[in-house]
């Protein structure tokens, strides 16, 4: 099994950018999870899915985040516009069940 | 109150000891429990889950898990260099979702 994809592995933006960040689930796992990782705030839950259906946003910072997944290999998170304290390591992780999650490579965000 | 609280470290310990990663949390109905290590601009990696009381052992390493005292450990025996990295205690509480811990950093030095 490949694991959980994620790309782009990284993305150098300029403040005002739309930044659009995809991940792919480990085939067969039913639930999906962004989340975002700093020094300052370790890691976060932002938004995770259940059967492609969103769950639960609340750890979404802003309006300017969005998520979807509008099928079971394919999701994607979205900001739009970009700014400076965005920047940060993006997680995808899938899991099978609400328990045991695998984590993708992350995506590291940087917004100028 | 953080719901999963770990020392953040780092915790020094001479290769061939053993290091021990001790985490305690607060919601009393959580079910799961799982340790993951991250190494340095790597994603966090699942090493070990426990479900019940007791201890489970997976090779060189160890988690116990106390309901009542609501404590989970992770004890590395035989640490190796390569162990070093940043320990995440996580716990679901009965939702859908796995709180994190902010982790612990281990050094294991020759």
């Known amino acids: 099994d490949a694991g959980v994809i994620q790309s782009p592995r990284h993305e150098v933006t300029e403040m005002g950018q739309e930044v659009t960040l995809r991940c792919k689930p480990i085939?067969?796992?039913?639930?999906l999870f962004w989340y975002r990782q700093t020094m300052m705030r370790g890691l976060e839950l932002l938004i995770y899915?259940?059967?492609?259906?969103?769950?639960?946003d609340s750890g979404m910072p802003e309006d300017r985040f969005s998520a979807k997944m509008p099928n079971a290999s394919f999701s994607t998170l979205k900001i739009q516009p970009s700014e400076p304290r965005d920047s940060a390591v993006y997680f995808c992780?899938?899991?099978?069940?609400?328990?045991?999650?695998?984590f993708g490579p992350g995506t590291r965000l940087t917004v100028t | 109150q953080k719901e999963v609280e770990q020392n953040s470290g780092p915790l020094s310990v001479p290769e061939g000891a053993i290091a021990s990663l001790n985490c305690t949390y607060s919601?009393?109905?959580?079910?799961?429990f799982f340790w993951y290590r991250q190494y340095s601009g790597k994603s966090p990696e699942l090493i070990m889950s426990?479900?019940?009381?007791g201890d489970k052992e997976d090779g060189r390493f160890t988690a116990q898990l106390n309901k009542a005292s609501q404590y989970v450990s992770l004890l590395i025996r035989d640490s190796q260099p390569s162990d070093s990295a940043t320990y995440l205690c996580a716990v679901n509480t009965n939702t859908d979702k796995l709180i994190f811990g902010t982790g612990t950093r281990l050094q294991v030095f020759p």
């Open positions: 992780a899938s899991s099978f069940g609400t328990d045991e999650q695998y």
């Open positions: 899915f259940n059967n492609n259906v969103p769950i639960d």
């Open positions: 919601d009393r109905v959580s079910q799961s």
């Open positions: 426990i479900y019940s009381n």
């Open positions: 085939s067969g796992h039913d639930y």
